[in-house]
Structures are given as C-alpha cells and as structure tokens.
C-alpha cells in the first residue's frame, strides 16, 4: 500500500492509532527510536520493535524517525563522526529488522556558521556519508529533514548533488520552516521542483516549534495546499502532533478547512 497519509503511534493507545490507520489508510513513523536513553538499552528497543512487529502491518509502508539528537556525520572529529554513524546504523538496523520503507534524518548543521570551507564540508561529507549508507542498506530509503536551517539552501543543495539517487529525497518540516526566519514562501518556491518525498506537518505561533494541532496556529494551510496542487506529486504526509486527541482535531480542521490530503 502507497500511504500518503500517516501518524506517529504510541504504544499505550495503539489501539486508536490502529483504528486510525485502518480508516485513512494510514502509515505509522515510529518515533521512539531516536530517544537516546532507549537506544542504550537493547532489551528496551527489542522489546519495542517486538511489540510494532507483532501487529503485522505488512501492507501498510511505514516509516521510522532516525537519530537527530546531537548527530553530526559531517564532522571531522573522528570521535564524533564515529559516535554519530553508530547512532545513525541503529536507526537503519531498526528499519531493516522491521522492514520499513523510509528512514527521516536531520540536517543538523550549524546555521550561524557562514563560513563557506564548513558548508562546503557539510555537503561533501554528507553526499558521501548517505551514498554509502543507502549502498549498505539497499532496502530502505533515507529522507532528509530541515531541522534548524534558516533558509532552504543547505537541504535543496545537497538534494541536488543527491538528484541521481532514487532512495533519498527531501522530508520537508513546513512547521520548521515557519519558524525558521525565512518566509514560508521561500521555503515552498525553493523545494517546489526539488524531490520531496515526504512532509511533517503540524502548526504553531510562528515563533516556537510547538507541533500543535494543524489549523489551530498561524500556519497559512491555503499557501500549503495551493503548493501541493502545483507540484508534479503530492508527498506523503506526517501529521506530526503530540498525541491521539491532537491528530484527530487536526484531521477535523483538515476535512473542514479542506487542507491536503483532505481536498
């Protein structure tokens, strides 16, 4: 099944998020795997796994939300690089072991940091760093996420030099690029002939990442769905909120503000 629709599930209410996915079609993207204290504990991701795994969701293509906390594959410490690939080969151990489609990742770079031998490095460590990952993990596709980038140059950059690659795309976080001090705009023309595979989407007060209900923020929902109807194909989407009653009130603004997919 080709979701274009998905959720972040939890296990202490699976029963609603399955439901929910019944009903929409909907994938799942587990997040309790970029959690730090849980990856140092192997009975705890076992176990975790083990309880996504048993609900047998072959047909549906879901999704996972690799490491981002403190991740840095461009570095040239040798220490930190090793660090964060250890980290980042968690992450794909897990989407292989569960068989998922997609793993999301962060572009973590240090925004303020203009000079131009860093950026220059951060592509290049980058490119190199996920051609050898996707090479390694032939089944999995990789989508990159803007994180705390103040524009969209950076992502659409290393997409570009990444074009030829059919397993990594772009996973664009409106939200995130709502706050990010350039004009969402900007952001939407920048990425519109790029290759997103993917979007989170939630909203807030234009100031703080507050992943609250969508259309319940100043996020412009008309802006995002014009854009969806001009691009070649509609990505699938996250509705990235905080917990059940949050995904479905965003639903209901969706259906009734007719927001994508709900049009």
């Known amino acids: 099944m080709n979701n274009k629709l998905y959720c972040i599930p939890t296990l202490e209410e699976i029963d609603k998020y399955t439901e929910f996915s019944e009903k929409y079609q909907a994938g799942f993207e587990y997040n309790e795997f970029f959690i730090p204290g849980i990856l140092e504990d192997e009975v705890s991701v076992n176990r975790i796994m083990k309880q996504y795994m048993n609900l047998n969701r072959k047909e549906y293509e879901d999704h996972v939300h690799g490491v981002f906390l403190d991740i840095c594959v461009n570095s040239t410490d040798p220490l930190i690089f090793k660090a964060s690939d250890t980290r980042v080969r968690q992450s794909m151990d897990i989407a292989r072991k569960m068989k998922l489609k997609a793993v999301v990742f962060h572009t973590n770079y240090i925004v303020n940091f203009r000079l131009q031998s860093y950026l220059d490095t951060?592509?290049?460590?980058?490119?190199?760093?996920?051609?050898?990952?996707?090479?390694?993990?032939?089944?999995?596709?990789?989508?990159?996420?803007?994180?705390?980038?103040?524009?969209?140059?950076?992502?659409?950059?290393?997409?570009?030099?990444?074009?030829?690659?059919?397993?990594?795309?772009?996973?664009?976080?409106?939200?995130?690029?709502?706050?990010?001090?350039?004009?969402?705009?900007?952001?939407?023309?920048?990425?519109?002939?790029?290759?997103?595979?993917?979007?989170?989407?939630?909203?807030?007060?234009?100031?703080?990442?507050?992943?609250?209900?969508?259309?319940?923020?100043?996020?412009?929902?008309?802006?995002?769905?014009?854009?969806?109807?001009?691009?070649?194909?509609?990505?699938?989407?996250?509705?990235?909120?905080?917990?059940?009653?949050?995904l479905k009130e965003s639903v209901e603004n969706m259906k009734e503000k007719k927001i994508v997919p709900f049009v």
Not at 190 to 201: M, Q
């Open 122 to 246: 951060w592509l290049d460590r980058n490119e190199a760093y996920w051609r050898q990952i996707l090479k390694e993990y032939p089944e999995q596709k990789i989508y990159m996420e803007n994180m705390f980038d103040d524009s969209p140059e950076m992502i659409v950059k290393l997409a570009d030099r990444m074009k030829d690659e059919e397993r990594f795309a772009v996973c664009l976080d409106i939200a995130h690029g709502l706050i990010s001090g350039a004009p969402l705009e900007q952001w939407l023309v920048a990425l519109k002939d790029a290759k997103v595979a993917h979007l989170h989407i939630n909203d807030n007060d234009g100031i703080t990442d507050l992943h609250q209900p969508v259309g319940s923020g100043k996020m412009d929902w008309k802006l995002f769905t014009k854009w969806c109807s001009e691009i070649a194909a509609v990505p699938s989407i996250l509705i990235e909120v905080r917990g059940f009653k949050d």
